[in-house]
């Protein structure tokens, strides 16, 4: 089936089976690596991309399914977007493969006000799973952006 | 390819002036990493490419008798065993696997692909092949596998001609033993012992009178699970041939072992082999020797057109795993506390292939040792064949299994003897000059500095209450021997390129080059730019693993920079490590610079639900010299969360040898909420040499944790430490898996 997906701002025109996930349509027609597949069931976040602003996992959202709606990725934030800075600043990565998605989650805790307090920060990034261990520094780092 | 390696890579991306120690970073602007602007190797295609997807077995040990491929299209390419016959047989320590097998070992052996147009097709087309198998008995746990009259696995031994298999294999004929590695020390040498000791209650009489000497003894025995890497990032491959040279993109730790096994199983010369490694999503030993390289070269021989590999999440669990292993030790000390002997029995579960199995064995004798003086030390380690996925290299390669009952078993002997956990580590410490087990002359020693730092973390006072509170304190071994190369040369833009063969699993190996090289060359980080390793262009290093890659590649690069300003514009830099064990004796070189650290922890148990609370978890790693000090944070702040997810929660479950858990929903890994209790320390010393970082702190976590647990009651012998265990531990039972696979 054709979709029109906005994405970043921009419209593309996709060709997908109905049960295509977001994820796999970013990746494979849009040229997006920036949403990456790791768990495929929803629970690692690495996936995460922001829908008319909301983090969901793209890995168990079937595509046609954010149609009318904007999608944001990590290649969608703007050039001086503060959390970015502030995983820079603080060398909140390793690896790096599950960064946009914690990135993207802090951006709505921030902007929601849910990263006031470290317990905060830790409970609202507990679905975004970073295998080099590097979630002192991310702490750090969204604490940082958060203020 | 249309992958970045015939790019240079400056670090990460554009290099910005250097500005001392402690800088963020050696690149310029925000690091690429961050906003996905870099390529891992999933990310990495080749125009025209097909699509592989393995056929895997659904026995965990027989004959496949046929397929039934009636229902493919007829463009989809399908291979077998019969597409095999003319390669040879594989394996980094052991040649003991084929390509696709007719005889699959455990439950998700390769047995037959398919290769369609897309990733789609091939998933759809892999789905409609039926597969008939023969079964046969099969066997699970290390201790049923060393049983006498156990299944054998495989009906022989192997060997394997691979730089990866560094020292000689003692297989045992008529057993499941692929490898047994031993230490005596010189009294006690040519006994005359039993080949193989498959009992946990074995008396050991060929050796008792190491004991003479004791009045304490404690010989207990303790159990650690299969666990999964999870990197991020599953494994990914891209293959093709051209004019005869097989070129191959894929997310190797190993890129130039992996140069030569591929030749070796094609029939090859080295140099018609190219391996390009682009930056991987993490590895921790997942990505280690042949994985998926093999079977996407073979197809994409087989379709004359490029094939790309990429394994889903279940089988990124079933590729590798971690060792299950249950150690014995005996310790004896006499009544003032000085340790007299030590005796390890080690028996490693490899799983169906050996893979660098017998290595691990090796590491995991020498780590249980611990940093301690002992007249008499006796190890046997065992590798044993059993019809689970193999086991390979996992971050802290061995030395977690043995740390762990040797770390808990000094606690028992210092409540047996009525002496302060910490005094008596101190009182037996190895020190600088003193003579390790392996004949070794201990250099640069800082036990007892990391020993107090531990103890300092959690408030220890010496014969104070202790309740919740747990210390211990380790040496791992490195590669050894080892070779890494380098050179340096000079671009006509005056920036000069870094050819070096580290992979970047993201420990940050291109930020260390560069860093490393603008010292040495004395010039400004942004005159450095660093190449991806790619065997047509770097020279020759062992591999990217035991955190042997910044002390090693740091010399070498050293090497290069003086050898450039004498020559001009190439620089060739070139530093080996050399040494090896004995089999039999365990006496020579185990490592030529140790990882040293320490642990410690404070804690409550629930006793209602046996739940583990966490105050403190700290932990203390020797660095000498940092060279990225976040880096060097991040590494071991990772290395603690690691061990910590293995020390609690993290376990590999199987049925009948069918892994039950291969998911992220029932495997759980640590995330933000597990991490409030952590503080740690790098340490460095004034004019240290560069030490190995990068999984000091995953072996000392656990018996940190089941020390302090212990201190309530609950002896727990089996990780992970969950409730129930904990539960069951009080009650003096010993924990039964509900898979019944528990080997004790």
Redesign the interface.
């Known amino acids: 089936m054709n979709l029109t997906l906005n994405v970043n701002g921009r419209a593309v025109d996709v060709d997908a089976e109905p049960h295509d996930m977001l994820v796999d349509v970013l990746r494979d027609q849009v040229g997006?690596?920036?949403p990456?597949v790791?768990?495929?069931?929803g629970?690692?976040g690495?996936c995460t991309v922001l829908l008319d602003g909301e983090p969901v996992s793209g890995c168990i959202l079937m595509a046609p399914l954010a149609q009318g709606k904007e999608i944001t990725?990590?290649?969608g934030?703007p050039?001086d977007d503060e959390v970015?800075?502030s995983?820079?600043?603080?060398?909140a990565?390793?690896?790096?493969?599950?960064?946009?998605g914690m990135?993207l989650t802090a951006r709505d805790m921030i902007d929601k006000g849910h990263a006031c307090s470290?317990?905060e920060?830790?409970?609202g990034?507990?679905?975004?799973?970073?295998?080099?261990?590097?979630?002192?520094?991310?702490?750090e780092a969204v604490e940082e952006a958060a203020q | 390819m249309t992958q970045r390696a015939d790019q240079t890579r400056p670090g990460d991306g554009p290099a910005r002036a250097y500005d001392g120690p402690g800088a963020s970073s050696a690149v310029r602007g925000i690091n690429p990493r961050i906003t996905a602007q870099i390529s891992y190797s999933i990310d990495s295609t080749i125009p025209g490419e097909w699509h592989l997807r393995i056929i895997r077995s659904a026995i965990p040990a027989g004959r496949v008798t046929g397929f039934q491929t009636a229902l493919l299209d007829d463009d989809v390419i399908f291979l077998t065993a019969d597409d095999v016959s003319d390669l040879n047989t594989f394996g980094c320590q052991i040649a003991d696997q084929v390509v696709l097998t007719r005889e699959p070992k455990f439950v998700g052996d390769a047995i037959a692909a398919v290769v369609a147009p897309t990733a789609r097709d091939a998933r759809v087309a892999a789905s409609l092949v039926e597969v008939d198998y023969e079964a046969v008995p099969s066997v699970f746990g290390e201790m049923d596998a060393i049983a006498p009259g156990a299944q054998l696995v495989h009906a022989k031994h192997y060997t394997s001609e691979s730089d990866s298999a560094y020292f000689d294999m003692r297989p045992q004929d008529g057993t499941n033993v692929c490898h047994r590695f031993r230490i005596r020390t010189p009294a006690l040498q040519g006994r005359d012992e039993p080949e193989v000791v498959p009992h946990l209650d074995d008396p050991d009489d060929a050796l008792a009178d190491a004991f003479a000497d004791a009045d304490v003894i404690v010989d207990e025995v303790f159990h650690t699970p299969a666990a999964a890497h999870v990197p991020m990032e599953p494994h990914a491959t891209n293959a093709q041939w051209v004019d005869g040279r097989l070129e191959v993109t894929t997310g190797t730790q190993t890129p130039f072992n992996m140069r030569q096994d591929l030749a070796h199983i094609f029939g090859l010369a080295a140099e018609d082999v190219r391996v390009v490694v682009p930056f991987m999503g993490g590895a921790f030993g997942a990505k280690t020797f042949i994985r998926t390289e093999a079977i996407t070269a073979l197809a994409a021989r087989k379709a004359g057109r490029p094939v790309r590999c990429v394994l889903d999440r279940d089988e990124v669990f079933n590729e590798v795993t971690r060792h299950p292993s249950t150690v014995r030790i005996k310790l004896g000390a006499k009544r003032d506390g000085t340790f007299v002997a030590k005796r390890i029995w080690a028996y490693v579960n490899t799983g169906a292939y050996a893979d660098c199995g017998p290595g691990v064995a090796q590491k995991m004798g020498y780590a249980g040792v611990g940093p301690y003086r002992f007249d008499h030390v006796a190890v046997d380690s065992y590798c044993i064949y059993t019809n689970l996925p193999p086991g390979g290299a996992f971050r802290g390669y061995g030395a977690m299994q043995s740390i762990w009952a040797a770390e808990r078993v000094v606690d028992m002997m210092a409540d047996k003897l009525g002496i302060d956990a910490v005094e008596l580590r101190r009182q037996n410490l190895l020190h600088e000059g003193d003579t390790f087990c392996t004949g070794e002359v201990m250099h640069d020693a800082r036990f007892e500095e990391l020993l107090d730092d531990a103890a300092a973390a959690v408030g220890w006072e010496k014969d104070g209450d202790r309740r919740g509170k747990g210390v211990v304190v380790i040496l791992k071994g490195m590669q050894t021997p080892s070779k890494a190369e380098a050179r340096i040369e000079l671009l006509p833009d005056g920036r000069y390129e870094v050819q070096a063969a580290t992979a970047d699993i993201g420990q940050g190996a291109g930020e260390m080059l560069t860093r490393l090289a603008a010292e040495y060359l004395k010039v400004e980080v942004d005159q450095v730019v660093v190449c991806a390793p790619d065997t047509d262009r770097v020279p020759y290093d062992t591999r990217t693993t035991s955190s042997r890659s910044t002390h090693m590649m740091s010399r070498a690069l050293a090497d290069a920079a003086r050898d450039l300003q004498v020559h001009g514009t190439i620089g060739h830099g070139y530093v080996s490590n050399d040494g090896g064990l004995d089999p039999d004796t365990g006496q020579g070189i185990a490592s030529s610079h140790w990882h040293q650290g320490s642990a410690s922890a404070e804690l409550e148990v629930d006793d209602e639900t046996g739940i583990i609370s966490l105050s403190t978890l700290y932990a203390c790693s020797y660095a000498g010299k940092v060279i990225n000090k976040h880096g060097a944070e991040l590494q071991n702040e990772g290395s603690m969360i690691l061990g910590l997810g293995t020390a609690l929660f993290e376990e590999l479950q199987y049925t009948e040898g069918q892994m039950t858990n291969p998911n992220l929903s029932d495997y759980n890994i640590a995330s933000a909420l597990d991490v409030a209790s952590i503080r740690h320390r790098v340490m460095e010393v004034p004019g240290g040499e560069v030490h190995g970082l990068g999984e000091t702190a995953v072996p000392p976590v656990p018996p940190a944790i089941g020390n302090a647990v212990a201190t309530f009651g609950y002896d727990v012998r089996d990780l992970p430490m969950t409730p129930e265990r904990v539960l069951a531990a009080r009650l003096g039972d010993t924990f039964q898996s509900p898979t019944g696979e528990d080997p004790q």
């Open positions: 997006l690596t920036g990456r790791t768990c495929g069931v629970l690692c690495t990725t990590i290649e934030l050039e970015v800075a995983f820079d600043r603080n060398h990565f390793q690896c790096g493969y599950c960064i946009p990135v470290r317990e920060i830790r409970e990034l507990g679905g975004n799973l970073c295998r080099c261990g590097c979630y002192l520094k991310i702490i």
